[in-house]
């Protein structure tokens, strides 16, 4: 059973960068695909991007496209999220989650089975 652990949230001004790290405990960690998702309050849960282990392949959400990148590293079981030219809109509570099994639509939070803490990323206009 994979624990996920998020870091890397926090304050940043509208335009600045932050950078997110999920990293999973487990030691055999293989899952199908990484993702990221978010939630504001009152909200409901949004994708943002996701990123195939094996074979690197990324998507993104729209609104995070050009601004974020997705990327891993095998060696550490680390998923990393790299969101520059940050807007006040992109304030939420990130996840990282885990796609067991090879499915189409990983922007389907349904398709994910285990979920980390969450970080928040505020960001002041």
Known sequence: QAQLEESGGGLVQAGGSLRLSCTASERFFSPYAMGWFRRVPGKEQEFVASIIWAGGTTDYANLVKGRFTI???YAKNTVTLQMNSLKP????????????RPVYRLYLSENYDYWGQGTQVTVSS
Not at 94 to 100: F, L, Q, R, S, V
């Open 89 to 100: 809109e992109d304030t939420a509570v990130y996840y990282c989650a885990t796609a067991p």
């Open 71 to 73: 990327s891993r590293d």
